[in-house]
C-alpha cells in the first residue's frame, strides 16, 4: 500500500496543480526564512499557539460551520487576532 500511496503522489506532482503546490511550497519556505516568518513560528510558539489550539477546539464543538467557528475562536483573542494579522501580511492577501 505505501508503493501505491508513492506512485499517486509522483504522478500527482507531475501535474500543472501539482506544480503550483510545490511552487507554493518553495514561496513559503522562503517566507518563513525571513524575519518575519520568523516572527510568525515565535507567535506561533507562544501564545499565538495556543490561540489557534482553543480556536480548533471550539470549532470542532461548534453546530456552525467550522470555518466561521474557527475563525471567530481565533478573533476572540488578541494573540489570535494578532497571528492572523501576521498570516494575512505574509500572505499578501
Same mark, same amino acid.
Given at each position: 500500500?505505501?508503493?501505491?500511496y ?17 511552487g507554493?511550497?518553495?514561496? &513559503?519556505?522562503? !517566507?518563513?526564512?525571513? =524575519? %518575519? /516568518?520568523?516572527? +510568525? ?7 499565538? $499557539? ?20 474557527? &475563525?471567530?475562536? !481565533?478573533?476572540?483573542? =488578541? %494573540? /489570535?487576532?494578532? +497571528? ?7 500572505? $499578501?492577501?
Open positions: 500500500m505505501p508503493g501505491e508513492d506512485s499517486m503522489a509522483r504522478a500527482f506532482m507531475g501535474t500543472p496543480q501539482g506544480a503550483r503546490i510545490i507554493f511550497l518553495d514561496q &513559503l519556505n522562503r !517566507l518563513m526564512q525571513g =524575519p %518575519e /516568518g520568523r516572527e +510568525l513560528l515565535s507567535l506561533l510558539g507562544g501564545s499565538g $499557539g495556543e490561540a489557534l489550539k482553543r480556536a480548533a477546539q471550539s470549532a470542532a464543538v461548534s453546530g456552525r460551520d467550522p470555518a466561521r467557528a474557527l &475563525l471567530s475562536g !481565533l478573533l476572540s483573542s =488578541p %494573540e /489570535g487576532t494578532a +497571528l492572523v494579522a501576521k498570516i494575512i501580511e505574509l500572505s $499578501g492577501v
